[in-house]
T-cell receptor, first 114, second 116 residues
Framework: AQSVTQLDSQVPVFEEAPVELRCNYS??????LFWYVQYPNQGLQLLLK??????LVKGINGFEAEFNKSQTSFHLRKPSVHISDTAEYFC????????????FGTGTRLQVFP | DSGVTQTPKHLITATGQRVTLRCSPR?????VYWYQQSLDQGLQFLIH???????AKGNILERFSAQQFPDLHSELNLSSLELGDSALYFC???????????????FGPGTRLLVL
């Protein structure tokens, strides 16, 4: 079975500052990794996903994440955040052989201040 | 807008009652997934249907059931409701669950259920 740990429940940051949202996973099998964003009163939107290949994955809205197999991590980064990035961010994992079951972390609330 | 629609947006009901949540997937998507998002449990996978057939079950209670109809819309039925069932219920859809390949799941806006 897989599990996902998002180490920070809240991350406050000033506008134009860099940010990193941390995600660690646990699995006995090969996995796919995802970051989703949830804006207030909306559904989840895929930011980026790692399936294979380059460990640095670029997503929408200037976000990127790096897969580190040895540290079982998939941290999300953005070099300069905007007020509009304020949202809840979810890291998720799926077994490569059962791609229909997404296991989500508990989420990190990113609050961007002016 | 993901293209996935869910109705109703909000639902308030009493303990012991039964409700039905509806989901229409994106045009062309054959798979529908249901998730529950609550404060204490976080975001949990409930069940997956593909082209009318159940494919996978997650942490879905026996009081809950789902089905996918020939037109591919899906309904999640919640019965004998308890206070703890209050949550946001999301539906997602994808083209098809090809083993070994990850199809992006597109999420609807959710149905917020409040059980009083």
């Amino acid at each position: 079975a897989q599990s996902v740990t998002q180490l920070d429940s809240q991350v406050p940051v000033f506008e134009e500052a860099p940010v990193e949202l941390r995600c660690n996973y646990s699995s006995s099998v090969s996995v796919y990794l995802f970051w989703y964003v949830q804006y207030p009163n909306q559904g989840l939107q895929l930011l980026l996903k790692y399936l294979s290949g380059s460990t640095l994955v670029k997503g929408i809205n200037g976000f990127e994440a790096e897969f580190n197999k040895s540290q079982t991590s998939f941290h999300l980064r953005k070099p300069s955040v905007h007020i509009s990035d304020t949202a809840e961010y979810f890291c998720a994992v799926s077994d490569q052989s059962r791609t229909d079951k997404l296991i989500f972390g508990t989420g990190t609330r990113l609050q961007v201040f002016p | 807008d993901s293209g996935v629609t869910q109705t109703p947006k909000h639902l308030i009901t009493a303990t012991g009652q039964r409700v039905t949540l509806r989901c229409s997937p994106r045009s062309g998507d054959l798979s529908v997934y249901w998730y529950q998002q609550s404060l204490d449990q976080g975001l949990q996978f409930l069940i997956h249907y593909y082209n009318g057939e159940e494919r996978a079950k997650g942490n879905i209670l026996e009081r809950f059931s789902a089905q996918q109809f020939p037109d591919l819309h899906s309904e999640l039925n919640l019965s004998s409701l308890e206070l703890g069932d209050s949550a946001l219920y999301f539906c997602a859809s994808s083209l098809s669950p090809v083993p070994g390949y990850q199809e992006t799941q597109y999420f609807g806006p959710g149905t917020r259920l409040l059980v009083l």
